[in-house]
């Protein structure tokens, strides 16, 4: 079975531009959710995206932004990057029932200059 | 709220046992994961152990749980060079938060 994937792997932008992310579940798994790391705040938690409904949102400006297709597909957008937004995008695959194993992608690296 | 702490630096012989320790505060966690995390890469899945368990081996990997205490540790028997990488603990709580939270993660460095 195929694991999830990311593309694209390493993104460079500049400040004021729009970015779109995309993650593919593996095959049957319909939970999606979004992950940011950096040095300085480690993993947070941005969003769960289950049958292409926002089920849960951590605590990220509304800058970021996601959606997930009926083929369990999701993408993130963030609009207006920031010099902050610099960092490594991981998504985490599951099926979204209660016992659940959440496996995880390469990520994106994005950086902003 | 919600914190899981992990201490940041862990250094073993190689064919030594390492111990990493993890604590965390969410009383109503589900789930403890823990992940490994090599240079340039993604979160690979080690192992979890659900909160009513309080032991779980895998291989040459052991996990136990102190409820009680909200202390998790991840045991690597006869660790190896390979094994070098950062190890996040996180919990996992499957009611309204349905989020992952992290530690800060281990670094485990492998002397031969």
């Known amino acids: 079975k195929a694991g999830v994937t990311q593309t694209p792997r390493y993104l460079i932008k500049t400040r004021g531009q729009q970015v779109t992310l995309s993650c593919s579940p593996i095959?049957?798994?319909?939970?999606v959710s979004w992950y940011q790391q950096t040095p300085g705040q480690g993993l947070q938690f941005l969003f769960e995206?289950?049958?292409?409904?926002?089920?849960n949102k951590g605590n990220f400006p509304g800058r970021f932004s996601g959606r997930q297709f009926s083929n369990s597909r999701s993408e993130m957008n963030v609009s207006t990057l920031e010099l902050g937004d610099s960092a490594l995008y991981l998504c985490?695959?599951?099926?979204?029932?209660?016992?659940?194993?959440?496996?995880f992608g390469p990520g994106t690296r994005l950086t902003v200059t | 709220g919600e914190d899981v702490e992990q201490s940041l630096f862990l250094s073993v012989r190689e064919g030594d046992s390492s111990v990493i320790n993890c604590t965390y505060t969410?009383?109503?966690?589900?789930?403890l994961y823990w992940y490994k995390q090599e240079p340039g890469a993604g979160l690979q899945l080690l192992t979890y152990?659900?909160?009513?368990?309080d032991m779980k081996q895998d291989q040459r990997l052991t996990v136990l749980l102190n409820k009680k205490d909200k202390h998790l540790s991840l045991r690597i028997a006869d660790t190896q060079t390979g094994d070098s990488a950062i190890y996040f603990c996180?919990?996992?709580?499957?009611?309204?938060?349905?989020?992952?939270?992290f530690g800060s993660g281990t670094q485990l460095t492998v002397l031969p």
């Open positions: 985490a695959s599951s099926t979204g029932r209660q016992s659940d194993e959440q496996y």
């Open positions: 095959s049957g798994h319909r939970s």
């Open positions: 995206y289950f049958s292409e409904t926002q089920r």
């Open positions: 969410d009383s109503s966690s589900t789930y």
């Open positions: 152990i659900f909160s009513n368990m």
């Open positions: 996180a919990e996992f709580n499957e009611g309204s938060a349905r989020q992952l939270t």
